[in-house]
C-alpha cells in the first residue's frame, strides 16, 4: 500500500518504524502529522534529534547521560557522596531519583548474559571498582545494588558483590518484597519468601 | 467442582459444539481418530493451560482456520466462572476469565483437573526428562511458585553452559553455580516434599490395579549428588568434586536438571523390568495420585480425565477404578465400542457420540443413524 507514497515519505515511515514500541501503522501516523507541521515545529525536532548525537554523552564519571564531561548529578554538591547506587541502565537513574535517593551513582551499562554475549568486561565494573578504591575526602563508605531482581540482574549484583566485599565498605543490595498498595493474597509465592528474608524490626517511634 | 458448559470452535478436527453437563461421568464414544482424544485434550489445555501433548499452536487449530477457541463455565462453591483460551495463528494464546483478559500467572480460580492419557506411559518408560517434566508440571499446578524456580533454575543453567563452551573465567562461573545451589536446593525441597505426600496414595492405587501385595517403592536419585541428608551442602561438594570433569565435557554435570526417580517393584526398577500392563497401570496411578493430592491439598473435587482406557483394563480392575473416582467429581471418560459395564447405581450416565469431529449426544446420533 506504501509503494504509491512517495519515496521521501517512505523512507521517513521506514525510519519511524524501527523505532521502539512503534509499528508501521503508528509509523505512519507520525509522519502525516509532521507533514501538516509548520517548518519551524518539524526544524526544531530536526535540531534535538541531531544534537542528541553531538552533544548528549556518558558521564566520565558515573556513565549517566550528559551534556558536559560529567553529568548534573555528579556535578552537584549539595549531594552525598559517600554512598554510591549501582544501577545497569542510564534510564535507571530517574527511578532511583523518583525515590529520594541522595547519593551519587553507577551505570553499568546492562547486566552479565553469557547468553546475549555480554560478559563483565563489557560493563563499566573495572571503572566502578576505581571509584570505590580511590580514597581521600570523597571515600563511598557503602555501596548499593540496585540491579533488577531477574536472574541476570542477581547475578551481576553477586558478581560485583563478591569483587566488592575485600575493598572493605558496606555492601547493601536493595530490598525484594511487597509492593506498596499490593495485596498479600495476590503476592507471588516467590516474591514473599524474599520479603520474608528480608523482613526487618518494626519502628514503633 | 465440574464443568458446566463447553463451546468450542475450529479446536483440532472438532466442529464449533456447545454442549451442557451435569456434575457426573460423561461418555465420548466413536471410533478411532474421530476427535475424542482432542475434546478431551480441549478440557485440559483450558483448565490448566498446557497441552497434554505438548504440541505447536498452530496444530490446536483447525485446518484452514485462523483461530480456534475453547471456553468452559465451571461451577465451583454455589457460584460459577467462564474460562477461555483462543489460540490465534502466529500470536501468543489469550486467556480469558469471565470475558476478561488474564495471563495464566494470575489465574484468579483454578480449574483442578487431572487427565489420564495413553501416552502418559512415557512418564513410566522415557527419558528421566519426562519423569522430572510430570513432577514439575504436577507442582506447580498446586504450588505456582515451584515454576517460577524451575524457570529461573533453567536460564542460570544456560548460562552457566555457555561459560563453560567457552571456557570463561572460574570467578564468572562460581555466581552461576552459587545460583544453581540456591534456587536447585528450593526445586529438589519441593520435589521431594511433593514425593512424599504423592507416594502413599500411588502405593495405594498401584496395588488396587496391579496386585494387593506388591512391595512397591519410589526413589528420588540425585542428579551427580546425594539428595538425602543437607542439600545446599551436598550440592557444593558435588560441585567442587566435578569441577574438572565438567570444564572438560563444557557441560553442567551437578543438579535437579540430572535428577531422576525410580519406581521399583519388588525392588526391580519398573522402566527396565516392568511389562507394559505394568507400566501402564503404574502410569494411570501417578495421575490418580496426583488426583488424590489436589484433593487433600486444595480441598476440592477434581475433574478426571481418561483417555481409551477401559478397553484395557479387565473388569474386575475397572470396578475397582471406578469406585474411587465416581462421585467423588466430575469424570470423562473414552470408548471404542461399548459403553463398560458401570457399578451399581451409576446407571446414570451421559453418552456424547463422537464422529468426524462431530460431537453429538446420543439421542440426535441415533436419529441420524435410524
Not at chain 2, 561459560?163 to 552459587?178: P, Q
Request: proline letters at 4%; hydrophobic letters at 35%; one cysteine or more.
Amino acid at each position: 500500500m506504501t509503494d504509491t507514497y512517495p519515496e521521501s515519505l517512505r523512507r521517513l515511515i521506514a525510519s519511524f518504524s524501527r523505532l521502539p514500541g512503534i509499528g508501521p501503522k503508528s509509523a505512519q501516523r507520525l509522519a502525516f502529522f509532521l507533514i501538516k507541521s509548520s517548518p519551524e515545529e518539524v526544524e526544531e525536532l530536526v535540531g534535538s534529534l541531531s544534537e542528541i548525537k553531538k552533544k548528549i554523552r556518558l558521564c566520565s564519571e558515573c556513565g549517566f547521560y550528559a551534556d558536559k564531561d560529567r553529568c548534573a548529578v555528579c556535578n552537584d554538591p549539595s549531594r552525598d557522596r559517600s554512598t554510591l547506587c549501582i544501577v545497569e541502565r542510564p534510564q535507571d537513574v530517574l527511578i532511583i531519583e523518583k525515590a529520594g535517593y541522595r547519593g551519587l551513582y553507577h551505570v553499568l551499562g546492562g547486566s552479565i548474559s553469557p547468553m546475549r554475549g555480554v560478559g563483565p568486561d563489557d560493563l563499566s565494573i573495572k571503572r566502578l571498582l576505581e571509584r570505590l578504591n580511590a580514597t581521600g575526602s570523597e571515600k563511598i563508605r557503602e555501596a548499593i545494588l540496585a540491579t533488577n531482581p531477574s536472574l541476570d540482574g542477581e547475578t551481576t549484583a553477586l558478581y560485583i558483590a563478591r569483587k566488592v566485599k575485600p575493598l572493605g565498605l558496606r555492601t547493601t543490595i536493595i530490598a525484594r518484597g511487597l509492593p506498596l498498595g499490593g495485596d498479600l493474597e495476590f503476592t507471588d509465592e516467590g516474591t514473599l519468601t524474599q520479603a520474608l528474608e528480608g523482613r526487618r524490626e518494626i519502628l514503633t517511634g | 467442582m465440574y464443568i458446566s458448559r463447553v463451546k468450542m470452535k475450529n479446536f483440532r478436527n472438532i466442529s464449533p459444539v456447545s454442549l451442557s453437563f451435569q456434575p457426573s461421568l460423561v461418555v465420548l464414544q466413536g471410533g478411532n481418530a474421530q476427535g475424542k482424544t482432542n475434546f478431551l485434550e480441549a478440557l485440559y489445555l483450558v483448565s490448566r493451560g498446557i497441552s497434554p501433548r505438548s504440541q505447536k499452536d498452530e496444530e490446536l487449530v483447525r485446518w484452514g482456520s485462523e483461530a480456534a477457541s475453547v471456553a468452559i463455565r465451571v461451577e465451583s462453591g454455589g457460584t460459577w466462572f467462564n474460562r477461555e483460551v483462543r489460540v490465534q495463528l502466529g500470536k501468543k494464546k489469550v486467556w480469558l476469565n469471565n470475558g476478561h483478559p488474564i495471563t495464566k500467572k494470575r489465574w484468579q480460580e483454578e480449574v483442578w483437573l487431572v487427565g489420564y492419557f495413553p501416552r502418559d506411559i512415557g512418564i513410566i518408560e522415557g527419558s528421566p526428562s519426562e519423569r522430572r517434566h510430570f513432577v514439575d508440571e504436577a507442582l506447580s499446578y498446586v504450588k505456582p511458585s515451584h515454576r517460577a524456580y524451575v524457570k529461573r533454575y533453567e536460564r542460570a543453567l544456560a548460562q552457566r553452559n555457555i561459560l563453560l563452551r567457552e571456557h570463561a573465567r572460574g570467578d564468572l562461573i562460581s555466581v552461576y553455580t552459587e545460583e544453581l545451589i540456591k534456587t536447585g536446593t528450593c526445586i529438589i525441597e519441593n520435589r521431594i516434599r511433593y514425593g512424599e505426600l504423592l507416594t502413599p496414595y500411588l502405593r495405594d492405587f498401584y496395588r488396587c490395579l496391579g496386585g494387593e501385595n506388591v512391595r512397591f517403592e519410589v526413589q528420588y536419585i540425585g542428579g551427580g549428588y546425594d539428595s538425602k541428608g543437607d542439600l545446599r551442602a551436598n550440592l557444593e561438594r558435588a560441585f567442587l568434586r566435578s569441577e574438572n570433569e565438567e570444564r572438560s565435557r563444557e557441560i553442567t554435570l551437578v543438579g535437579p536438571h540430572r535428577d531422576d526417580i525410580l519406581f521399583l517393584l519388588e525392588g526391580k526398577e519398573f522402566r527396565i523390568y516392568g511389562s507394559q500392563g505394568e507400566k501402564k497401570s503404574l502410569a494411570l496411578s501417578l495421575k490418580m495420585a496426583e488426583m488424590a493430592v489436589i484433593r487433600k491439598v486444595k480441598n476440592s473435587k477434581v475433574i478426571v480425565l481418561l483417555d481409551d482406557l477401559f478397553s484395557e483394563l479387565d473388569p474386575k480392575r475397572r470396578q475397582l477404578l471406578f469406585k474411587e473416582i465416581l462421585g467423588k467429581g466430575q469424570v470423562f471418560i473414552t470408548v471404542t465400542d461399548d459403553i463398560p459395564q458401570m457399578p451399581e447405581g451409576w446407571e446414570e450416565y451421559l453418552v456424547l457420540g463422537v464422529q468426524g469431529g462431530r460431537i453429538s449426544t446420543a439421542g440426535e446420533r441415533e436419529k441420524k443413524n435410524g
